[in-house]
């Protein structure tokens, strides 16, 4: 395979990535949406932060009630204190970052 080929699978995806991210942006700056839809729209971060948090929570298996990670609980914890604290996005990342690789240290 050619370099170009890479080069050209490299621009592809960047594209379809790109593209989905920004058109949003773009096409909301066109018009205005109703307030009932901007305020559901709000909720859609926090949401989608929850749900990633609670897949790295639990452990889910197949016929089995999910089960929890405690090393990944203990380490959430003081990220927890720190968001509420800060509301810092960084601050919280980075304590619940150190607080997991201590605890796998230990």
């Not at 379809?16 to 058109?23: A, F």
């Not at 109703?34 to 929850?50: D, G, V």
Request: proline share 8%.
């Amino acid at each position: 395979m050619s370099n170009s080929y890479y080069l050209l699978t490299l621009l592809g995806c960047a594209v379809v990535t790109w593209v989905p991210r920004v058109l949003p942006f773009v096409l909301t700056k066109a018009i205005t949406l109703p307030p009932t839809f901007e305020k559901f729209l709000s909720y859609l971060p926090m949401t989608i932060l929850t749900a990633l948090l609670m897949q790295s929570l639990l452990n889910f298996q197949s016929g089995q009630f999910p089960t929890l990670r405690f090393p990944e609980v203990f380490a959430c914890i003081p990220a927890l204190i720190v968001g509420i604290r800060t509301n810092d996005l960084m601050k919280i990342v980075l304590t619940g970052v150190l607080g997991i690789a201590l605890l796998r240290l230990l």
